[in-house]
């Protein structure tokens, strides 16, 4: 606290050798705090979509304006872009990625109608939905909050994963990149989520295993969905949680940018509690206490998006309440110094064969 204080009077004092008048510095100091400890506070506790702009950021992405129906001009071949209706409004971005190395050149979707506000346009091909029957595993990847499915980490990820034989079915929640336009929430992130997997399932029906992987924000989401799926006998063969949390509200007190509001006297009141108001509730926690299949932990020790404590709380719990027949849950941490943070674990070259090991282990290979 003290360095903070210390670092904010320097910049004040910057401000004044700059050419500002000591009045005007003064002035330039209480607007500041003023909006941040005032203003900001009593906005996000009374507005509930400034709460939800801020954990879900669909309206922050990279690369911009990417062209989704033509993958190949930035090099990713053998990905196909379709959409899927969810519901009258909703419509989804989704891409196929065949496994690595493609038999041929299959066709792309390049020609094929595309117009994602009209429902059944630009449907997936027959070449990639044939393929998808080839019974190799499938990974339905859930990505995490901000930018869209052709964020450079996230294709380094399907890469790994396409080099190690799988099929990789990614898409971007209604609110990104080309998906609708629709304001996001956790139910509606939810309900998409449970839409492209059995659009997999009615595909492939029970001849490829299917692996939900969900990072950050996504691991939120695909524990949500995954509890739903094992109540409703429709469980996929695995679950893998990349940078997870334990549950929003913790998330929320322990991220980095919360430590200027941290030991205000009505944090939690003004900070937690918005997010039940808002229905943001993303209690992994609570959810892996009734998700009846394999489930692999992967957190970097220098995580500063999601504190690595977290991952690891959320795996503690896991062990502690679910039921002792239920199938393993396994933590692999990956050490601070190999750099990997909250989106480079794709990058270490431990992974392919961490992950394997633990398919093999639960008879999914």
């Given at each position: 606290?003290m360095i903070?204080r210390?670092?904010y009077?320097?910049?004040?004092i910057?401000?004044?050798?700059g050419?500002?008048s000591?009045?005007a510095?003064?002035?330039?100091?209480c607007v500041t705090l003023t909006?941040?400890y005032?203003?900001?506070?009593?906005?996000?506790?009374?507005?509930?979509s400034f709460?939800?702009?801020l954990?879900?950021?669909?309206?922050?992405?990279?690369?911009?304006?990417?062209d989704?129906?033509h993958?190949s001009?930035?090099?990713l071949e053998?990905v196909?872009?379709?959409y899927l209706t969810?519901?009258?409004g909703?419509?989804?971005g989704?891409?196929?990625l065949?496994p690595?190395p493609?038999?041929?050149?299959?066709p792309?979707?390049?020609?094929r109608?595309?117009?994602?506000?009209?429902?059944?346009?630009c449907?997936h091909?027959?070449?990639?939905?044939?393929?998808l029957?080839?019974?190799?595993?499938i990974i339905?990847y859930?990505?995490g909050?901000?930018?869209?499915r052709?964020q450079?980490?996230?294709?380094?990820?399907?890469?790994?994963?396409?080099?190690?034989?799988?099929?990789v079915i990614?898409?971007?929640?209604?609110?990104?990149?080309?998906?609708?336009?629709?304001?996001p929430?956790?139910?509606g992130?939810?309900?998409?989520?449970?839409?492209?997997y059995?659009?997999?399932r009615?595909?492939?029906g029970?001849?490829?295993?299917?692996?939900i992987w969900?990072?950050?924000?996504?691991?939120?989401v695909?524990s949500?969905a995954?509890?739903?799926?094992?109540?409703?006998?429709?469980?996929?063969?695995?679950?893998?949680?990349?940078s997870?949390?334990?549950?929003i509200?913790?998330?929320?007190?322990e991220?980095?940018l919360?430590?200027?509001?941290?030991?205000?006297?009505?944090f939690?009141?003004?900070?937690?509690?918005?997010?039940?108001?808002?229905?943001?509730?993303f209690?992994?926690?609570?959810?892996?206490?009734?998700?009846?299949?394999?489930v692999l932990i992967?957190?970097?020790e220098d995580?500063?998006?999601?504190?690595?404590?977290?991952?690891?709380r959320l795996y503690?719990?896991?062990?502690?309440?679910?039921?002792d027949?239920?199938p393993t849950?396994?933590?692999m941490?990956?050490?601070?110094r190999?750099?990997l943070?909250?989106?480079?674990?794709?990058?270490?070259?431990k992974?392919?064969?961490?992950f394997?090991q633990?398919?093999?282990?639960v008879s999914?290979?």
């Amino acid at each position: 606290m003290m360095i903070k204080r210390l670092s904010y009077c320097i910049f004040l004092i910057c401000l004044w050798i700059g050419g500002m008048s000591v009045t005007a510095v003064l002035w330039s100091a209480c607007v500041t705090l003023t909006v941040t400890y005032i203003i900001l506070p009593l906005l996000y506790k009374t507005c509930p979509s400034f709460s939800r702009h801020l954990i879900f950021l669909n309206y922050v992405y990279c690369p911009w304006a990417y062209d989704f129906k033509h993958p190949s001009k930035k090099g990713l071949e053998g990905v196909d872009n379709f959409y899927l209706t969810v519901r009258p409004g909703v419509v989804l971005g989704v891409w196929h990625l065949l496994p690595m190395p493609l038999k041929s050149a299959p066709p792309t979707s390049e020609g094929r109608p595309h117009n994602p506000q009209q429902p059944g346009c630009c449907s997936h091909s027959d070449y990639y939905e044939n393929e998808l029957r080839d019974g190799r595993p499938i990974i339905v990847y859930l990505h995490g909050n901000t930018s869209c499915r052709a964020q450079p980490t996230r294709v380094g990820l399907y890469e790994v994963l396409r080099k190690m034989g799988f099929h990789v079915i990614t898409f971007d929640y209604r609110g990104y990149a080309d998906s609708s336009r629709v304001s996001p929430s956790e139910a509606g992130l939810v309900e998409d989520a449970l839409h492209v997997y059995a659009y997999v399932r009615r595909v492939v029906g029970g001849h490829a295993p299917v692996i939900i992987w969900g990072h950050s924000l996504g691991t939120g989401v695909s524990s949500h969905a995954v509890r739903q799926l094992c109540a409703q006998q429709q469980a996929p063969d695995a679950l893998v949680l990349e940078s997870p949390f334990n549950n929003i509200r913790d998330e929320v007190r322990e991220h980095p940018l919360s430590a200027v509001f941290r030991k205000m006297p009505l944090f939690e009141w003004l900070f937690l509690e918005p997010l039940d108001q808002a229905g943001l509730r993303f209690t992994s926690d609570v959810h892996l206490e009734h998700v009846n299949v394999p489930v692999l932990i992967l957190h970097a020790e220098d995580d500063l998006v999601v504190p690595f404590k977290l991952g690891r709380r959320l795996y503690d719990h896991a062990v502690k309440h679910r039921p002792d027949h239920f199938p393993t849950v396994r933590f692999m941490p990956f050490a601070a110094r190999h750099g990997l943070g909250h989106k480079f674990i794709y990058q270490s070259p431990k992974l392919p064969d961490i992950f394997r090991q633990f398919l093999e282990d639960v008879s999914i290979l």
